[in-house]
Structures are given as structure tokens and as C-alpha cells.
């Protein structure tokens, strides 16, 4: 055998092995479509750039004060979170709910709800879970806000 003939069926070869592991739509994960006839972005840029999107609303909010609701975790919370048949809100990272079944089909962390609202009706209520009185959570808060680091690693 010729050496073209062996690189092309190598070259088939891969081909065909990256094909066979590479999942297919019908793979994908399952979830509630939000509540609004279109998201804030087309949804394949959603897909790709929502945490850069998180991530830019949080330091126009946190360093310069300006709050804008485009890309606001709550209005995603507000417009993706689902109810139950006894009509209450079932948290947005629970499993099989909108957050928690792409991150987990994609094997990354969610951490937003470590300490933002996964309810609409919750509000601020994971704040009271920072370790310590108020005086060391507001600590807490304060480095974490000045620090641009993950709000665990600011804990330490």
C-alpha cells in the first residue's frame, strides 16, 4: 500500500472515531424554554457568551453603579425559572431546570446561586448564609466585591 493511501485512511480513521464521540443533538440537554417570545441575545450567542455577559453586568453594577437589567442574573432568574403544579417556583438550579441541565450537560460548576436568588420570591435571603455574624458577611462582601476573585476564594 502506498503511502497517500495509508495517510488518507488514517486520515478516515480519526474521522470517523472524533465523529462517533462527539455528541449529537438528540444528546443535548432538555429544559424549560424561558417565559419571553425571544431571550435578550439570539440563542446561540447565549450558548457561547452568557457568563461573559454575567460577568461584564457585575462590574458595571459592583465597580461604577450603573444598573441595567439586558444582562441582569435576575431578569434571566425571572424569565427562565419554572413553577410546579402547586403553582410555586421551583429553584432555577435545581435538577433538570434551565441552569442546572446545560451546566451539567457540559460539566461546569454553577455557582451563581451560591449567593444570588434562584427564585424570584427569594430575594436576598442567601445572604443571611455567609458564615459568621453580619459584621464579618459584610466583611465578606466588601473583599469579595473589591477583589474581582470568586466569592469563595475571597472568603478564605
Do not use: W
Request: glycine share 8%.
Amino acid at each position: 500500500m502506498s503511502a497517500g493511501r495509508l495517510i488518507l485512511l488514517g486520515v478516515c480513521m480519526v474521522t470517523a472515531l472524533v465523529s462517533a464521540n462527539t455528541p449529537a443533538a438528540a444528546d443535548a440537554p432538555v429544559f424549560p424554554r424561558g417565559k419571553g417570545e425571544q431571550c435578550v441575545e439570539p440563542t446561540q450567542i447565549m450558548r457561547k457568551n452568557h457568563m461573559e455577559f454575567l460577568v461584564h453586568q457585575r462590574d458595571d453594577t459592583v465597580y461604577q453603579g450603573v444598573r441595567t437589567t439586558k444582562h441582569s442574573l435576575k431578569n434571566c432568574v425571572d424569565c427562565h425559572v419554572q413553577k410546579n403544579s402547586a403553582g410555586q417556583f421551583i429553584p432555577i438550579d435545581a435538577p433538570g431546570q434551565f441552569c442546572q441541565s446545560c451546566h451539567e450537560f457540559a460539566s461546569v460548576k454553577l455557582d451563581c446561586f451560591e449567593c444570588h436568588a434562584t427564585m424570584p420570591d427569594e430575594g436576598h435571603a442567601k445572604l443571611g448564609n455567609i458564615p459568621g455574624n453580619m459584621e464579618s458577611g459584610a466583611a465578606t462582601l466588601t473583599a469579595h466585591a473589591f477583589s474581582k476573585k470568586p466569592f469563595n476564594d475571597a472568603a478564605q
